[in-house]
């Protein structure tokens, strides 16, 4: 269980990375193309997958693909509509018997994945015209069912900057 939290907070801090790497790319990108169109108004992406098909996005992925190869789980990312999902997959199939204890565990420490999730969902509200962008964490158990899914839509960056 322990490898499975060092794994989770080692995604946190390169997800956190690689958008805050995006933003300050972006900024300066932006910083240039205002001055000449800033009558302008088009967003950078047309919705949730032309923004996760973004090399940004997907060299965090990667690295968070490279961190997850372990013998518990796998981890993969992709577009849901207007959601961005994060899966982590057990490799064994954990026993019918220890799923609530294992949920529970999961399901400890949510704001942790607010904390990943803020970064993705500034840079989709400000990169794209979705209305209602989502943010899925989902944990799955090997033969595919949903051990736990959080999900977070903007009102995150509510609670972030409150907490900042």
Do not use: H, W
Not at 10 to 16: N, P, Q, V
Not at 36 to 44: E, T
Not at 54 to 68: A, F, N, W, Y
Not at 104 to 128: C, E, H, R, W
């Amino acid at each position: 269980m322990k490898k499975i939290f060092a794994v989770i907070m080692c995604a946190a801090a390169l997800l956190s990375a690689a958008a805050c790497t995006s933003q300050n790319s972006n900024s300066s990108s932006n910083t240039e193309s205002s001055s000449s169109s800033a009558a302008d108004s088009s967003k950078k992406f047309k919705d949730m997958q032309e923004y996760f098909e973004s090399s940004d996005v997907q060299e965090s992925i990667k690295s968070i693909k490279d961190l997850s190869d372990s013998s518990v789980f796998t981890f993969d990312a992709y577009t849901e509509d207007n959601s961005l999902v994060f899966e982590y997959k057990y490799q064994k199939q954990i026993p019918e018997d220890k799923l609530d204890k294992v949920k529970s565990m999961l399901g400890k420490n949510p704001d942790s994945s607010i904390a990943v999730f803020t970064p993705y969902m500034k840079q989709v509200v400000k990169d794209t015209d979705i209305k209602d962008p989502v943010m899925i964490m989902r944990y799955s158990n090997s033969d595919g069912s949903v051990i736990l899914e959080l999900e977070y839509d903007k009102s995150i960056l509510d609670k972030s900057s409150t907490t900042e």
